[in-house]
Every structure is written in structure tokens, then in C-alpha cells.
């Protein structure tokens, strides 16, 4: 079985911009949540998304924003990028919405904004 | 709010010993859980272990066992036998409630650990 896929792998954008990020969580998962990891530093959560609702935010600005699909892949939005949002973005899913044992990430999109 | 430290930055091991992760937590919650994830330079966060607040015994993985002594509110990752392939970030994390049943990770700093041949 795959495990949780990501794409893309690495990007880049300028300050300004707006990017959308992918996640395809493990069959039969139906909660996806996301993270974003600043160099140097342990993830920082950002949102939780489970049967296609918001389920959690973490502290981050209006400029994120995320949703989920009916097949619980999910996509994470950021608009007018920061110098400061260059960081490691991981997606995490889990079969329900409590992130037990079950939390597996994926490889991560890795963004520069310059 | 929940808390977890790591106050190693950095360790360094010879090939074949064992060697401790510390990290410590700090939540009100009787109920929890902590994990242990392995990160390398691909940036892929590895489930390593998890341990509950009711389990009895402490957690056992292959080469990973958790020291989970609760009243000194610590979780420290023990690796057996240390190979070439254990050079990596390690994070430990416990799971925090959210409103509307969810629940977050919240991590340490992390511990970059090397092992030397």
C-alpha cells in the first residue's frame, strides 16, 4: 500500500505569490492534517481536516487555508507569500480524526520563497 | 497549553552502543499520548513508537524502547545496537486535544543524533 504522498516535492516562489500544496493520505485514512516545519525547529501544526471539515487551526494567519476532498486528499493554500513561510510542509493522516498510533506523514514540500 | 522538551541538540555515538533521547513533557491532560519520530535529511518524519498514559508497560519497537517514567513527566527513546543508518533528527511529540474532537501534534525541538563508524 502507498503511504501518504505529497506533491510537489520542492518549490519555488516570490514574495507575493500564492501556492497550493497536495496530499494523498494512506487508503482508507479519512483525516489529514497539516504541518509546517521552519529550519531548525519541530512542526508546527497548522490545520486538521477530517471527513471534509475543519476540525483544528493552529496560529497561523488567514493567508493559509486548506480543504479536503471526497477521496480525503487535501490541499493546502497559502497567498501572498512571506520570505518567512520557506519552510518543510508535511501532511499527516490518520484513520479518524484522534491522532493516535495511526499518524503517518508523508515525504514533505519542501518551499523557498524568495 | 502542552509542552515538550528536548535539551540535546546534538549527540554523538560510536557504532553498536545504545543510546538515550531525553525528552520531557509538561501537560494537565490525565489522558495522552507521546511518539517518538525519526526525520532524515529526506525530511520524511518516521513513526518510530508511541506510548499511552494508561499503558502499564513501557513501549518496545525492534531497537526502540520508550523509558516512560510518568511521575518525572519523561519519555526518553532508547535506540539498542546503534547503526550507520540511525543518523537522523529525532523529535518526540505528544498529542494534544482540540475542540470538536480533533487532535495536534506537538513536538520538541528535536535531537540530531550521528553515529560514528
Known amino acids: 500500500d502507498a503511504g501518504v504522498t505529497q506533491s510537489p516535492t520542492h518549490l519555488i516562489k516570490t514574495r507575493g505569490q500564492q501556492v497550493t500544496l497536495r496530499c494523498s493520505p494512506i487508503?482508507?485514512?479519512?483525516?489529514v492534517s497539516w504541518y509546517q516545519q521552519v529550519l531548525g525547529q519541530g512542526p508546527q501544526f497548522i490545520f486538521q481536516?477530517?471527513?471534509?471539515?475543519?476540525?483544528g487551526r493552529g496560529n497561523f494567519p488567514d493567508r493559509f487555508s486548506a480543504r479536503q476532498f471526497p477521496n480525503y486528499s487535501s490541499e493546502l493554500n497559502v497567498n501572498a507569500l512571506l520570505l518567512g513561510d520557506s519552510a518543510l510542509y508535511l501532511c499527516?493522516?490518520?484513520?479518524?480524526?484522534?491522532?493516535?498510533?495511526?499518524?503517518?506523514f508523508g515525504q514533505g514540500t519542501r518551499l523557498t520563497v524568495v | 497549553a502542552q509542552k515538550i522538551t528536548q535539551t540535546q541538540p546534538g549527540m554523538f555515538v560510536q557504532e553498536k552502543e545504545a543510546v538515550t533521547l531525553d525528552c520531557t513533557y509538561d501537560t494537565s491532560d490525565p489522558s495522552y499520548g507521546l511518539f517518538w519520530y525519526k526525520q532524515p535529511s529526506s525530511g520524511e518524519m518516521i513513526f518510530l513508537i508511541y506510548?499511552?498514559?494508561?499503558?502499564?508497560q513501557n513501549a518496545t519497537e525492534g531497537r526502540y524502547s520508550l523509558n516512560f517514567q510518568k511521575a518525572r513527566k519523561s519519555a526518553n527513546l532508547v535506540i539498542s545496537a546503534s547503526q550507520l543508518g540511525d543518523s537522523a533528527m529525532y523529535f518526540c511529540?505528544?498529542?494534544?486535544?482540540?475542540?470538536?474532537?480533533?487532535?495536534?501534534?506537538?513536538f520538541g525541538q528535536g535531537t540530531r543524533l550521528t553515529i560514528n563508524p
Open positions: 499527516a493522516s490518520s484513520l479518524a480524526g484522534r491522532q493516535g498510533s495511526e499518524a503517518f
Open positions: 506510548q499511552g498514559s494508561y499503558d502499564q
Open positions: 487508503s482508507g485514512h479519512k483525516s
Open positions: 481536516y477530517y471527513e471534509k471539515e475543519e476540525r
Open positions: 511529540a505528544m498529542r494534544e486535544s482540540l475542540i470538536q474532537g480533533a487532535q495536534k501534534l506537538v
